[in-house]
């Protein structure tokens, strides 16, 4: 079973509101990967999380805090967002950080910040 | 550095037509690997093939076909009989062999995706 979830599919948020992003993987997977994909663009990484530790921040402003509950859950918390964070937000898992293995993607969640 | 080039920004066909996606690639490492990547309008990116620098064997997958050659740095992808099902983003990606970790530049490299519209 391939499947990586996400959770909401959508999300419109203000900017002063805290929300959170889930993300879940039932597959073994020992690395997991949070990116953001604007319209027509690749996704950009933003943090890679190894063995349940943080192992990559792309330099992602501190508004958005991630984390990794367990091996299967990771979660993606917001605050103080601004209009230009609207974009997809795209979770994945890999075997491991080691490049060679493929990432199998979730659905997404549709972020917009008004 | 390593970089990918989908040149084909967008590529519309008639159903049952063959279509070549295009996908190039720069690199100074020996070891890497490749990707083929699908985004249909739904958001989800599908993972299609990995293909690693030292199998330049060509892959077929049912209608989906991918000829790797190393001689050009190329890693095309073919779909045969297109359906409108194959309507979607479709992204090459290069990583570089090793343990991507923070501080080096081993992280998959994505080109900017070839927009596939098949029409009935």
């Known amino acids: 079973d391939t499947e990586v979830t996400q959770t909401p599919k959508h999300l419109v948020m203000g900017m002063t509101n805290k929300k959170s992003l889930k993300c879940e993987q039932h597959m073994g997977h020992r690395a997991m990967y949070w990116y953001k994909q604007k319209a027509k663009k690749p996704p950009e990484l933003m943090f890679v999380?190894?063995?349940?530790?943080?192992?990559i921040n792309e330099s992602v402003p501190s508004r958005f805090s991630p984390e990794c509950p367990n091996s299967s859950l990771l979660n993606l918390h917001l605050h103080a967002l601004q209009p230009e964070d609207s974009a997809l937000y795209l979770c994945a898992s890999s075997q491991g950080q080691t490049t060679s293995y493929e990432q199998y993607f979730g659905p997404g969640t549709r972020l917009t910040v008004t | 550095a390593q970089k990918v080039t989908q040149a084909q920004t967008e590529i519309s066909v008639v159903e049952k037509e063959d279509v070549t996606l295009d996908c190039v690639y720069e690199t100074r490492d020996t070891t890497y690997y490749l990707f083929w990547y699908k985004q249909p309008p739904s958001g989800e990116l599908v993972f299609l093939i990995r293909?690693?620098?030292?199998d330049e064997q060509n892959e077929i997958s049912g209608r989906y076909s991918w000829n790797f050659q190393k001689s050009t740095s190329s890693f095309n992808f073919t779909i045969t009989a297109s359906q409108v099902v194959d309507s979607a983003v479709y992204f090459c990606?290069?990583?570089?062999?090793?343990?991507?970790?923070?501080?080096?530049?081993?992280?998959?490299?994505w080109g900017l995706g070839t927009s596939l519209a098949v029409n009935p």
């Open positions: 999380y190894s063995y349940e530790k943080l192992s």
């Open positions: 990606a290069l990583s570089e062999a090793g343990f991507a970790g923070a501080g080096n530049n081993r992280k998959l490299i």
């Open positions: 293909r690693n620098s030292f």
